[in-house]
Protein backbone atom coordinates (compact mmCIF):
# COMPACT_ATOMS: atom_id res chain seq x y z
CA UNK A 1 0.00 0.00 0.00
CA UNK A 2 2.48 2.58 0.38
CA UNK A 3 4.03 1.87 -2.40
CA UNK A 4 0.90 2.38 -3.96
CA UNK A 5 0.37 5.70 -2.36
CA UNK A 6 3.70 7.28 -3.14
CA UNK A 7 3.31 5.97 -6.78
CA UNK A 8 0.06 7.97 -7.24
CA UNK A 9 1.77 11.17 -5.01
CA UNK A 10 4.93 11.13 -7.44
CA UNK A 11 2.60 11.47 -10.42
CA UNK A 12 0.61 13.61 -8.66
CA UNK A 13 3.26 16.05 -7.82
CA UNK A 14 4.05 16.51 -11.81
CA UNK A 15 0.76 16.24 -12.58
CA UNK A 16 0.37 19.55 -10.03
CA UNK A 17 3.86 21.01 -12.10
CA UNK A 18 1.67 20.03 -15.59
CA UNK A 19 -1.43 22.08 -14.57
CA UNK A 20 0.43 25.24 -13.72
CA UNK A 21 0.96 25.76 -17.62
CA UNK A 22 -2.48 25.45 -18.73
CA UNK A 23 -5.80 26.87 -17.70
CA UNK A 24 -8.38 24.93 -16.05
CA UNK A 25 -11.83 24.57 -17.97
CA UNK A 26 -14.35 27.19 -16.42
CA UNK A 27 -17.78 26.42 -14.79
CA UNK A 28 -17.07 23.56 -12.61
CA UNK A 29 -16.68 23.04 -9.05
CA UNK A 30 -16.83 19.88 -6.88
CA UNK A 31 -18.77 18.39 -4.22
CA UNK A 32 -17.34 17.60 -0.89
CA UNK A 33 -19.19 15.36 1.59
CA UNK A 34 -18.22 14.00 4.97
CA UNK A 35 -20.33 10.73 5.81
CA UNK A 36 -16.99 9.17 6.23
CA UNK A 37 -15.41 7.14 9.06
CA UNK A 38 -12.52 9.12 9.50
CA UNK A 39 -12.50 12.10 7.02
CA UNK A 40 -9.70 13.75 6.01
CA UNK A 41 -8.44 16.84 7.93
CA UNK A 42 -10.61 19.93 6.03
CA UNK A 43 -7.11 21.55 5.72
CA UNK A 44 -5.60 18.66 4.08
CA UNK A 45 -8.87 18.56 1.77
CA UNK A 46 -8.46 22.19 0.82
CA UNK A 47 -4.99 21.95 0.09
CA UNK A 48 -6.25 19.17 -2.45
CA UNK A 49 -8.56 21.68 -3.99
CA UNK A 50 -6.20 24.13 -4.40
CA UNK A 51 -3.15 21.95 -5.94
CA UNK A 52 -5.66 20.54 -8.46
CA UNK A 53 -6.88 24.43 -8.96
CA UNK A 54 -10.22 23.85 -7.88
CA UNK A 55 -11.90 27.37 -6.88
CA UNK A 56 -15.31 25.95 -6.09
CA UNK A 57 -16.89 23.43 -3.74
CA UNK A 58 -20.71 22.87 -3.29
CA UNK A 59 -20.95 21.34 1.03
CA UNK A 60 -23.68 19.51 2.36
CA UNK A 61 -23.61 21.82 5.38
CA UNK A 62 -21.72 24.87 7.32
CA UNK A 63 -19.69 22.62 9.58
CA UNK A 64 -17.47 25.01 11.22
CA UNK A 65 -14.01 23.21 10.86
CA UNK A 66 -14.70 22.92 6.72
CA UNK A 67 -15.77 26.53 6.64
CA UNK A 68 -12.83 27.87 8.56
CA UNK A 69 -10.49 26.00 6.48
CA UNK A 70 -12.01 27.56 3.52
CA UNK A 71 -11.44 31.02 4.66
CA UNK A 72 -9.32 33.05 2.97
CA UNK A 73 -9.09 30.69 -0.10
CA UNK A 74 -10.87 33.19 -2.50
CA UNK A 75 -12.97 29.70 -3.50
CA UNK A 76 -17.19 30.20 -4.38
CA UNK A 77 -18.88 27.76 -1.86
CA UNK A 78 -22.17 26.72 -1.87
CA UNK A 79 -23.30 25.92 2.17
CA UNK A 80 -25.62 23.19 2.50
CA UNK A 81 -28.76 22.89 4.61
CA UNK A 82 -29.63 19.15 5.88
CA UNK A 83 -33.33 18.32 4.98
CA UNK A 84 -33.68 17.57 8.63
CA UNK A 85 -33.60 21.21 9.04
CA UNK A 86 -36.06 22.46 6.96
CA UNK A 87 -38.84 22.02 9.37
CA UNK A 88 -38.03 24.38 11.87
CA UNK A 89 -36.66 26.70 9.39
CA UNK A 90 -40.21 26.74 7.46
CA UNK A 91 -42.00 27.04 10.80
CA UNK A 92 -39.40 29.73 12.57
CA UNK A 93 -38.23 32.67 10.67
CA UNK A 94 -36.07 33.35 13.21
CA UNK A 95 -34.51 30.33 13.25
CA UNK A 96 -33.68 30.93 9.92
CA UNK A 97 -32.68 34.42 10.80
CA UNK A 98 -30.56 32.77 13.01
CA UNK A 99 -28.94 30.16 10.87
CA UNK A 100 -27.89 32.64 8.30
CA UNK A 101 -26.18 34.93 11.12
CA UNK A 102 -24.21 31.77 12.44
CA UNK A 103 -23.46 30.17 8.85
CA UNK A 104 -23.50 33.09 6.62
CA UNK A 105 -23.03 36.34 8.02
CA UNK A 106 -20.12 35.20 10.55
CA UNK A 107 -18.20 34.64 7.46
CA UNK A 108 -18.73 37.40 5.22
CA UNK A 109 -15.89 39.56 6.56
CA UNK A 110 -12.27 40.01 4.88
CA UNK A 111 -10.66 36.79 4.27
CA UNK A 112 -13.68 34.71 5.14
CA UNK A 113 -15.30 32.48 2.94
CA UNK A 114 -16.73 33.51 -0.40
CA UNK A 115 -20.13 32.04 -0.33
CA UNK A 116 -22.32 31.89 -3.66
CA UNK A 117 -25.31 29.99 -2.54
CA UNK A 118 -26.49 28.26 -0.11
CA UNK A 119 -28.66 25.21 -1.17
CA UNK A 120 -31.67 24.62 1.45
CA UNK A 121 -32.26 20.63 1.20
CA UNK A 122 -30.59 18.51 -0.62
CA UNK A 123 -33.41 16.15 -3.36
CA UNK A 124 -36.40 17.01 -0.93
CA UNK A 125 -38.85 15.52 -3.44
CA UNK A 126 -37.40 12.01 -4.03
CA UNK A 127 -39.87 9.67 -4.13
CA UNK A 128 -39.05 7.32 -1.80
CA UNK A 129 -39.20 10.34 0.72
CA UNK A 130 -43.25 9.70 0.26
CA UNK A 131 -43.78 13.94 0.86
CA UNK A 132 -42.12 14.14 4.25
CA UNK A 133 -40.44 16.96 3.03
CA UNK A 134 -43.12 18.48 0.16
CA UNK A 135 -44.42 21.17 2.83
CA UNK A 136 -41.86 22.58 4.21
CA UNK A 137 -38.85 23.18 2.13
CA UNK A 138 -40.43 25.94 -0.25
CA UNK A 139 -41.30 27.99 3.17
CA UNK A 140 -37.77 26.85 3.96
CA UNK A 141 -36.70 28.57 0.88
CA UNK A 142 -38.66 31.75 1.48
CA UNK A 143 -37.39 32.36 4.76
CA UNK A 144 -33.60 31.74 4.07
CA UNK A 145 -33.99 33.87 0.96
CA UNK A 146 -35.57 36.64 3.50
CA UNK A 147 -32.92 36.27 5.63
CA UNK A 148 -30.46 36.98 3.47
CA UNK A 149 -32.41 39.86 2.13
CA UNK A 150 -32.54 41.38 5.32
CA UNK A 151 -28.83 40.91 5.74
CA UNK A 152 -27.78 42.62 2.90
CA UNK A 153 -26.10 39.33 1.49
CA UNK A 154 -28.95 38.77 -1.84
CA UNK A 155 -26.78 40.80 -4.48
CA UNK A 156 -24.25 38.25 -3.75
CA UNK A 157 -25.17 34.87 -2.03
CA UNK A 158 -28.19 33.12 -4.15
CA UNK A 159 -30.56 30.37 -2.17
CA UNK A 160 -31.38 27.18 -4.19
CA UNK A 161 -32.99 23.49 -3.82
CA UNK A 162 -31.00 21.20 -5.22
CA UNK A 163 -33.52 18.70 -6.93
CA UNK A 164 -32.75 15.35 -8.21
CA UNK A 165 -34.22 14.36 -11.91
CA UNK A 166 -36.65 12.89 -10.70
CA UNK A 167 -38.73 15.97 -10.39
CA UNK A 168 -39.52 16.34 -13.94
CA UNK A 169 -39.96 13.55 -16.74
CA UNK A 170 -40.83 13.14 -19.96
CA UNK A 171 -44.09 11.12 -21.71
CA UNK A 172 -42.69 9.96 -24.71
CA UNK A 173 -38.84 10.04 -23.95
CA UNK A 174 -38.37 13.14 -25.84
CA UNK A 175 -36.84 16.20 -23.93
CA UNK A 176 -39.98 18.34 -25.53
CA UNK A 177 -42.54 16.71 -23.73
CA UNK A 178 -40.07 17.38 -20.14
CA UNK A 179 -42.73 18.44 -17.58
CA UNK A 180 -42.61 18.46 -13.50
CA UNK A 181 -43.92 14.85 -12.18
CA UNK A 182 -47.32 14.91 -11.11
CA UNK A 183 -47.20 14.79 -7.65
CA UNK A 184 -44.94 17.96 -7.03
CA UNK A 185 -46.02 19.83 -9.99
CA UNK A 186 -48.02 22.82 -8.82
CA UNK A 187 -45.34 22.65 -5.86
CA UNK A 188 -42.46 23.08 -8.34
CA UNK A 189 -44.46 25.29 -10.37
CA UNK A 190 -44.99 28.20 -7.56
CA UNK A 191 -41.08 27.09 -6.56
CA UNK A 192 -39.80 28.18 -10.24
CA UNK A 193 -41.73 30.83 -10.13
CA UNK A 194 -40.55 32.52 -6.84
CA UNK A 195 -37.20 31.66 -8.27
CA UNK A 196 -37.64 33.58 -11.51
CA UNK A 197 -39.07 36.55 -9.39
CA UNK A 198 -36.38 36.41 -7.44
CA UNK A 199 -33.08 35.94 -9.49
CA UNK A 200 -32.47 32.75 -8.06
CA UNK A 201 -30.94 29.56 -9.97
CA UNK A 202 -32.69 25.80 -10.41
CA UNK A 203 -29.87 23.29 -9.18
CA UNK A 204 -30.63 19.33 -10.57
CA UNK A 205 -28.48 16.61 -10.40
CA UNK A 206 -28.00 14.40 -13.08
CA UNK A 207 -26.80 10.75 -13.29
CA UNK A 208 -26.17 8.91 -16.28
CA UNK A 209 -24.64 6.36 -14.19
CA UNK A 210 -28.23 5.43 -13.15
CA UNK A 211 -29.64 5.01 -16.59
CA UNK A 212 -27.06 2.01 -16.69
CA UNK A 213 -27.75 0.39 -13.56
CA UNK A 214 -31.58 0.94 -13.46
CA UNK A 215 -31.72 -0.77 -16.97
CA UNK A 216 -29.69 -3.65 -18.11
CA UNK A 217 -30.72 -2.51 -21.85
CA UNK A 218 -29.87 0.96 -22.00
CA UNK A 219 -27.38 1.64 -24.79
CA UNK A 220 -24.18 2.30 -22.76
CA UNK A 221 -22.51 5.11 -25.26
CA UNK A 222 -25.46 7.03 -24.59
CA UNK A 223 -24.41 7.32 -20.96
CA UNK A 224 -21.25 9.04 -21.97
CA UNK A 225 -20.53 13.16 -23.51
CA UNK A 226 -17.79 11.89 -26.18
CA UNK A 227 -20.24 11.81 -29.23
CA UNK A 228 -20.60 7.65 -29.83
CA UNK A 229 -23.93 7.37 -28.60
CA UNK A 230 -27.21 6.18 -30.48
CA UNK A 231 -28.73 9.66 -32.03
CA UNK A 232 -31.94 10.91 -30.77
CA UNK A 233 -33.92 13.51 -33.15
CA UNK A 234 -36.25 15.91 -30.81
CA UNK A 235 -37.62 18.25 -33.41
CA UNK A 236 -34.81 19.32 -35.57
CA UNK A 237 -32.22 19.18 -32.03
CA UNK A 238 -30.17 15.86 -32.18
CA UNK A 239 -29.33 14.00 -28.71
CA UNK A 240 -26.52 11.70 -28.31
CA UNK A 241 -26.25 11.34 -24.60
CA UNK A 242 -28.65 11.26 -21.60
CA UNK A 243 -26.89 14.03 -19.93
CA UNK A 244 -27.86 16.70 -22.59
CA UNK A 245 -31.62 14.84 -22.96
CA UNK A 246 -32.14 15.14 -19.16
CA UNK A 247 -30.85 18.78 -19.08
CA UNK A 248 -33.31 19.45 -21.86
CA UNK A 249 -35.75 18.04 -20.49
CA UNK A 250 -35.68 20.04 -17.65
CA UNK A 251 -35.50 23.38 -19.89
CA UNK A 252 -38.76 22.25 -21.50
CA UNK A 253 -40.10 21.59 -18.19
CA UNK A 254 -39.57 24.91 -16.95
CA UNK A 255 -40.76 26.39 -20.04
CA UNK A 256 -44.28 24.67 -19.08
CA UNK A 257 -43.74 26.42 -16.04
CA UNK A 258 -43.77 29.75 -18.14
CA UNK A 259 -40.02 29.87 -17.39
CA UNK A 260 -37.74 30.78 -20.51
CA UNK A 261 -34.88 31.94 -19.06
CA UNK A 262 -33.88 30.73 -15.77
CA UNK A 263 -29.88 29.67 -14.60
CA UNK A 264 -29.57 26.31 -14.40
CA UNK A 265 -26.83 24.56 -12.07
CA UNK A 266 -26.24 21.52 -12.28
CA UNK A 267 -25.58 20.43 -8.37
CA UNK A 268 -23.99 16.56 -8.98
CA UNK A 269 -22.88 14.93 -11.66
CA UNK A 270 -20.52 11.73 -11.94
CA UNK A 271 -19.72 7.79 -11.94
CA UNK A 272 -19.12 5.99 -9.16
CA UNK A 273 -15.77 3.35 -9.26
CA UNK A 274 -16.73 0.38 -7.34
CA UNK A 275 -20.33 -1.70 -6.41
CA UNK A 276 -21.38 -2.55 -9.75
CA UNK A 277 -19.78 -3.90 -13.00
CA UNK A 278 -20.55 -0.30 -14.88
CA UNK A 279 -18.97 1.24 -11.55
CA UNK A 280 -14.89 1.20 -12.78
CA UNK A 281 -12.06 3.74 -12.64
CA UNK A 282 -11.92 2.73 -16.69
CA UNK A 283 -15.33 4.28 -17.31
CA UNK A 284 -15.27 6.85 -14.42
CA UNK A 285 -12.38 7.89 -16.74
CA UNK A 286 -14.11 7.83 -19.93
CA UNK A 287 -17.20 9.80 -18.50
CA UNK A 288 -15.31 12.71 -16.66
CA UNK A 289 -12.90 12.94 -20.38
CA UNK A 290 -15.50 13.95 -22.57
CA UNK A 291 -17.79 15.97 -19.21
CA UNK A 292 -14.26 18.04 -19.07
CA UNK A 293 -13.75 18.28 -22.86
CA UNK A 294 -17.47 20.00 -22.89
CA UNK A 295 -16.79 22.04 -20.62
CA UNK A 296 -13.28 23.23 -22.30
CA UNK A 297 -15.57 24.19 -25.18
CA UNK A 298 -17.78 26.48 -23.23
CA UNK A 299 -20.78 24.65 -24.71
CA UNK A 300 -24.37 23.80 -23.62
CA UNK A 301 -26.65 21.46 -24.73
CA UNK A 302 -29.01 21.48 -27.86
CA UNK A 303 -31.72 23.42 -26.18
CA UNK A 304 -29.06 25.87 -23.99
CA UNK A 305 -26.40 26.06 -25.80
CA UNK A 306 -24.48 28.34 -23.66
CA UNK A 307 -21.61 27.36 -20.58
CA UNK A 308 -22.57 24.81 -18.48
CA UNK A 309 -22.22 25.19 -14.75
CA UNK A 310 -21.55 22.07 -13.04
CA UNK A 311 -20.13 20.59 -9.49
CA UNK A 312 -18.69 16.86 -9.64
CA UNK A 313 -19.38 14.15 -7.26
CA UNK A 314 -18.26 13.66 -5.66
CA UNK A 315 -14.59 14.99 -4.47
CA UNK A 316 -13.87 12.20 -2.04
CA UNK A 317 -15.01 8.64 -1.02
CA UNK A 318 -17.79 8.36 1.95
CA UNK A 319 -17.57 5.01 3.52
CA UNK A 320 -20.38 5.57 5.72
CA UNK A 321 -22.76 6.39 3.42
CA UNK A 322 -26.21 4.46 3.11
CA UNK A 323 -25.62 1.64 0.63
CA UNK A 324 -29.64 1.54 -0.12
CA UNK A 325 -29.52 3.02 -3.50
CA UNK A 326 -26.60 0.45 -4.39
CA UNK A 327 -23.29 -0.08 -3.25
CA UNK A 328 -21.52 1.84 -5.89
CA UNK A 329 -22.95 4.89 -3.20
CA UNK A 330 -19.87 4.48 -1.64
CA UNK A 331 -17.03 5.33 -4.30
CA UNK A 332 -18.29 8.32 -6.15
CA UNK A 333 -14.61 9.76 -5.42
CA UNK A 334 -12.83 11.02 -7.80
CA UNK A 335 -9.92 10.70 -4.79
CA UNK A 336 -10.33 7.90 -2.76
CA UNK A 337 -10.72 7.87 1.13
CA UNK A 338 -7.16 9.24 1.66
CA UNK A 339 -6.58 11.50 -0.79
CA UNK A 340 -5.33 9.38 -3.64
CA UNK A 341 -6.82 9.86 -6.92
CA UNK A 342 -8.60 6.49 -8.82
CA UNK A 343 -7.79 7.60 -12.37
CA UNK A 344 -6.34 9.65 -14.97
CA UNK A 345 -8.53 12.66 -15.23
CA UNK A 346 -7.31 16.53 -17.06
CA UNK A 347 -8.84 19.43 -15.36
CA UNK A 348 -8.06 21.48 -18.14
CA UNK A 349 -9.99 19.50 -20.50
CA UNK A 350 -7.76 18.98 -22.97
CA UNK A 351 -7.85 14.97 -22.31
CA UNK A 352 -4.23 14.63 -21.03
CA UNK A 353 -3.01 11.37 -19.63
CA UNK A 354 -2.02 12.66 -16.02
CA UNK A 355 -3.83 12.10 -12.56
CA UNK A 356 -5.14 14.75 -9.99
CA UNK A 357 -2.74 16.08 -7.66
CA UNK A 358 -3.29 13.73 -5.01
CA UNK A 359 -3.35 14.90 -0.94
CA UNK A 360 -0.26 16.06 1.19
CA UNK A 361 0.23 15.11 4.50
CA UNK A 362 -2.18 12.23 5.20
CA UNK A 363 -0.98 9.97 8.31
CA UNK A 364 -2.30 6.36 8.21
CA UNK A 365 -2.39 3.65 10.74
CA UNK A 366 0.09 1.33 11.60
CA UNK A 367 0.82 -1.15 8.39
CA UNK A 368 -1.17 -3.25 9.93
CA UNK A 369 -4.00 -5.80 8.56
CA UNK A 370 -6.58 -8.26 10.25
CA UNK A 371 -6.72 -11.50 8.15
CA UNK A 372 -8.52 -15.11 8.64
CA UNK A 373 -6.17 -17.24 11.14
CA UNK A 374 -6.31 -20.20 8.80
CA UNK A 375 -4.90 -22.38 11.75
CA UNK A 376 -8.00 -21.65 14.37
CA UNK A 377 -10.58 -20.26 11.95
CA UNK A 378 -13.52 -23.10 11.19
CA UNK A 379 -15.08 -21.79 7.51
CA UNK A 380 -18.17 -23.69 8.17
CA UNK A 381 -18.94 -21.49 10.98
CA UNK A 382 -18.26 -18.25 10.10
CA UNK A 383 -20.55 -17.09 8.52
CA UNK A 384 -22.51 -14.82 11.43
CA UNK A 385 -18.82 -12.79 11.78
CA UNK A 386 -18.82 -11.92 7.93
CA UNK A 387 -22.24 -11.23 7.84
CA UNK A 388 -21.38 -8.66 11.17
CA UNK A 389 -17.66 -7.19 9.82
CA UNK A 390 -19.51 -5.89 6.12
CA UNK A 391 -22.30 -4.81 8.34
CA UNK A 392 -20.26 -2.81 10.57
CA UNK A 393 -17.51 -2.34 7.73
CA UNK A 394 -17.34 -1.59 3.92
CA UNK A 395 -17.87 -4.53 1.91
CA UNK A 396 -19.07 -3.28 -1.17
CA UNK A 397 -15.87 -3.71 -3.51
CA UNK A 398 -16.27 -7.70 -3.09
CA UNK A 399 -19.47 -6.41 -5.28
CA UNK A 400 -19.87 -8.30 -8.93
CA UNK A 401 -17.73 -6.39 -11.54
CA UNK A 402 -15.52 -4.66 -8.48
CA UNK A 403 -12.32 -4.59 -7.73
CA UNK A 404 -12.44 -7.16 -5.29
CA UNK A 405 -15.42 -9.52 -6.88
CA UNK A 406 -12.46 -12.20 -7.32
CA UNK A 407 -11.33 -13.34 -4.12
CA UNK A 408 -11.12 -16.56 -2.66
CA UNK A 409 -13.05 -18.14 0.23
CA UNK A 410 -10.40 -16.91 2.59
CA UNK A 411 -9.74 -13.92 0.70
CA UNK A 412 -13.41 -12.92 0.95
CA UNK A 413 -13.17 -13.11 4.72
CA UNK A 414 -9.83 -11.39 5.05
CA UNK A 415 -10.95 -8.35 3.59
CA UNK A 416 -14.28 -8.10 5.45
CA UNK A 417 -12.37 -8.49 8.86
CA UNK A 418 -9.84 -5.71 7.64
CA UNK A 419 -12.18 -3.19 6.78
CA UNK A 420 -14.12 -3.63 10.19
CA UNK A 421 -10.59 -3.56 11.67
CA UNK A 422 -9.83 -0.52 9.93
CA UNK A 423 -12.82 1.45 11.23
CA UNK A 424 -12.58 0.41 14.44
CA UNK A 425 -9.36 2.17 13.87
CA UNK A 426 -7.35 -1.40 14.61
CA UNK A 427 -8.52 -1.75 17.97
CA UNK A 428 -7.08 -5.19 19.15
CA UNK A 429 -10.44 -6.28 19.99
CA UNK A 430 -11.65 -5.85 16.55
CA UNK A 431 -9.60 -8.57 14.91
CA UNK A 432 -11.03 -11.78 17.17
CA UNK A 433 -14.20 -13.23 15.58
CA UNK A 434 -13.68 -15.83 18.32
CA UNK A 435 -10.49 -16.38 17.57
CA UNK A 436 -11.20 -16.81 13.75
CA UNK A 437 -8.84 -13.82 12.77
CA UNK A 438 -5.17 -12.33 13.30
CA UNK A 439 -3.13 -8.99 13.21
CA UNK A 440 -0.68 -9.76 10.52
CA UNK A 441 2.09 -7.41 9.17
CA UNK A 442 2.18 -8.50 5.66
CA UNK A 443 -0.10 -6.29 3.25
CA UNK A 444 -3.15 -8.92 2.32
CA UNK A 445 -4.03 -6.40 -0.85
CA UNK A 446 -4.38 -8.89 -3.58
CA UNK A 447 -3.86 -7.56 -7.12
CA UNK A 448 -5.98 -4.99 -7.94
CA UNK A 449 -7.78 -5.32 -4.68
CA UNK A 450 -6.78 -3.01 -2.32
CA UNK A 451 -6.80 -3.55 1.31
CA UNK A 452 -6.45 -0.64 3.06
CA UNK A 453 -4.88 0.67 5.98
CA UNK A 454 -7.04 3.82 7.13
CA UNK A 455 -6.12 7.32 8.17
CA UNK A 456 -5.35 9.33 11.23
CA UNK A 457 -8.82 10.74 10.76
CA UNK A 458 -9.56 14.54 10.62
CA UNK A 459 -12.71 13.90 13.05
CA UNK A 460 -12.95 12.08 15.86
CA UNK A 461 -16.69 12.32 15.35
CA UNK A 462 -18.40 9.83 12.16
CA UNK A 463 -20.38 12.54 10.44
CA UNK A 464 -23.65 10.62 9.83
CA UNK A 465 -26.15 13.27 8.72
CA UNK A 466 -27.49 11.05 6.01
CA UNK A 467 -27.58 13.06 3.37
CA UNK A 468 -28.82 10.66 1.03
CA UNK A 469 -28.05 12.45 -2.17
CA UNK A 470 -29.30 10.07 -4.99
CA UNK A 471 -31.41 8.10 -2.49
CA UNK A 472 -34.17 7.16 -4.84
CA UNK A 473 -33.42 5.90 -8.18
CA UNK A 474 -36.42 3.70 -8.99
CA UNK A 475 -37.63 4.97 -11.99
CA UNK A 476 -35.36 7.59 -11.55
CA UNK A 477 -34.40 10.54 -13.60
CA UNK A 478 -33.31 10.53 -16.75
CA UNK A 479 -36.83 11.72 -18.69
CA UNK A 480 -37.83 7.86 -19.66
CA UNK A 481 -34.69 7.07 -21.58
CA UNK A 482 -33.62 4.76 -18.59
CA UNK A 483 -36.30 2.38 -19.94
CA UNK A 484 -36.96 3.20 -23.18
CA UNK A 485 -34.00 2.78 -25.26
Known amino acids: MAGRAAMLVNVGTVTMTVLTLASLVGGFGVNWGNIASHPLNPNIVVQMLKDNKISKVKLFDADSWTMNALAGTNMEVMVGIPNNLLESLA ?20 GGVDIKYVAVGNEPFLSAYNGSFLKTTFPALKNIHKALKEAGHTD ?35 IVTYFHDNDLPFTVNIYPFLSLYLNEHFPVEFAFLDGDGQTINDKGKNYDNVFDANYDTLVYALKKAGIHDMKIIVGEVGWPTEGHKYATPKLAEKFYAGLMKRLAKDGGTPTRPERLEVYLFGFL ?11 FERHWGIFRYDGTPKFMLDFTGQGRQIVPVAA ?119 LGLVTAI
Open 91 to 110: DDYGNAKDWVKENVTHYMRK
Open 317 to 327: DEDMKSILPGP
Open 360 to 478: KGVQYLEKQWCVVNKDTANLDEIGPDLDYACYHGDCTAMEAGSTCSKLTKIQNISYAFNMYYQIQDQDVRACDFKGAAMISKVNASVGSCLFPVQIVSGSDDVRINFVFGRFVIYGLVL
Open 156 to 190: KIKATIPQNAEVYQSANDKPSEGDFRKDVKQTMVD
